[in-house]
């Protein structure tokens, strides 16, 4: 069960961090220095991460026996900047 949410944890936190990278560093390269190339890497890289979040949060909640709501709430906090560690730090 440890390394099941340590898991899970290690994808939420590199989730979150391509998704920062994303609209941080990657659009503003491509919409205004028009360097599109780095949204397509990080684009990439973020869409598995968040794949794979999303079938960890389903994981780990019947693994912790969570009830809908708190599924729900860690699936909807994966499209918030910042999101996943709200559920790192509330729900594991």
């Known amino acids: ?7 899970f ?10 998704f920062l990278v994303l609209l941080g ?3 503003p390269l491509k919409y205004i220095w028009e360097l599109p190339k780095m949204v397509s ?6 869409g598995v ?3 794979l979040y999303i079938a960890g949060a389903v994981y780990v909640s019947q693994k912790l026996n969570w009830n809908i709501k ?10 918030i ?5 709200y559920v790192e730090r509330n729900y594991l």
Do not use: N, Q, R
């Open 9 to 18: 944890k290690i994808i939420s936190t590199l989730e979150a961090i391509s």
């Open 1 to 7: 069960m440890e390394k099941t949410i340590k898991t």
């Open 81 to 85: 900047p910042f999101g996943p560690f």
């Open 70 to 79: 708190k599924l729900i709430i860690a699936v909807l906090c994966s499209v």
């Open 41 to 46: 890497v990080v684009g990439m890289a973020h």
């Open 49 to 51: 991460l968040f794949l």
């Open 25 to 27: 560093i990657a659009m």
